[in-house]
């Protein structure tokens, strides 16, 4: 029972998100062609009209229908999968190539530092997304090859801008651990790099791998939402016009960041537009957290020594002579001096 209650964030984290990603593709499958398009036009009890689109968030539409009579609760849905999965993708990309990267600069010595820390330091100090933003631009607008491609590129292009930082930051807690006496011990009796890394460095970063996963993946969120309001969106735009010739370029798979993005715009018209995604993304990067707090206490537990002495019921010694003895058995400790039988000693 204790040990369900220490796992119940990690528990309830990924029932959440295998539950939306399970609920979108229910929808895209099974839901999806048994819907009807909202009406273009609300009528009241009367008859009367009293609306078009876009529809404000309501019991029949909870996220509202934007002004191009789509239903965006559903929208929501179908793009939990992509969202979901484009963060997932990312982070495995940045943590195997940063945990490998990160070895390698954790065995290095400061020459190599002077060169290389100029280089992660820009990293570290100017915004990513203000990295990305001129390659993401003229990756969207088809430079490169075709669709299936530039996706490709699109995701490469945002694993790779966060692996020097995160080669920085694991390869200091690999220089750290190999200062550890049993470290020293083991170069000192002939231990060569390799076998450091299978033996003890790749155990050591064992325990952190899930929760570096699960904090990248965090971030690919964040980082999407701020590429979305740049309208800059993976997988690409199409554009969609309404009555009066006015376009929009929307995403063509519904990704939440790019659906905050698009509506941008439209703030001061319809200002519930982005509600729907915006508490999408709300609801995932909580439940990810959740999971990050459960990792977390399973690891500070790891940590902890289970073996604790019992300081209490140690006793004081200092009228024994140098020879007399004590006798220890079935956990406690009778002097073999009759004069000093009251004595204990607990183990």
Not at 24 to 43: A, G, M, R, V, W
Not at 120 to 137: H, T
Not at 169 to 190: A, H
Not at 279 to 307: D, S
Request: net charge positive; glycine share 8%.
């Amino acid at each position: 029972m204790k040990k369900l209650k220490q796992n119940l964030p990690i528990m309830i984290g990924c029932f959440m998100i295998i539950g939306l990603v399970a609920f979108s593709f229910i929808y895209t499958y099974f839901i999806k062609d048994t819907l009807k398009p909202p009406p273009t036009f609300l009528y009241n009890d009367e008859g009367k009209m009293i609306g078009t689109y876009g529809y404000p968030p309501s019991l029949t539409y909870p996220f509202g229908v934007d002004r191009f009579g789509r239903d965006v609760f559903w929208m929501v849905v179908d793009g939990a999968k992509y969202t979901i999965a484009i963060a997932l993708v990312v982070a495995i990309i940045r943590v195997v190539f940063g945990i490998l990267f990160g070895i390698f600069y954790g065995f290095t010595g400061k020459k190599f530092e002077t060169i290389v820390n100029p280089f992660i330091n820009a990293f570290r100090f100017v915004p990513a997304v203000i990295i990305v933003l001129p390659i993401f631009q003229m990756l969207q607008f088809g430079v490169g090859g075709n669709q299936f491609r530039i996706i490709s590129l699109q995701i490469l292009l945002i694993s790779f801008i966060a692996i020097p930082i995160l080669t920085s930051t694991i390869g200091d807690e690999v220089k750290e651990f190999l200062k550890n006496d049993f470290i020293l011990s083991s170069k000192v009796i002939g231990a060569g790099n390799m076998w450091l890394r299978r033996k003890h460095v790749f155990p050591f970063l064992r325990t952190r791998i899930l929760l570096l996963f699960v904090q990248q993946t965090i971030q690919v969120l964040f980082l999407l939402t701020q590429l979305g309001v740049f309208r800059l969106f993976i997988g690409g735009a199409v554009t969609l016009f309404i009555d009066d010739g006015d376009g929009r370029d929307m995403s063509k798979a519904n990704e939440w960041a790019a659906m905050i993005g698009s509506n941008f715009f439209e703030l001061s018209i319809d200002p519930w537009v982005i509600i729907g995604p915006s508490i999408a993304f709300i609801v995932t990067i909580f439940a990810f957290n959740l999971i990050k707090l459960g990792i977390e206490r399973m690891i500070h537990k790891q940590q902890v020594p289970t073996k604790q002495f019992k300081h209490h019921s140690v006793k004081d010694f200092g009228s024994l002579n140098d020879f007399d003895f004590v006798n220890n058995t079935d956990g406690k400790t009778d002097l073999l001096e009759k004069d000093q039988s009251s004595f204990v000693l607990s183990k």
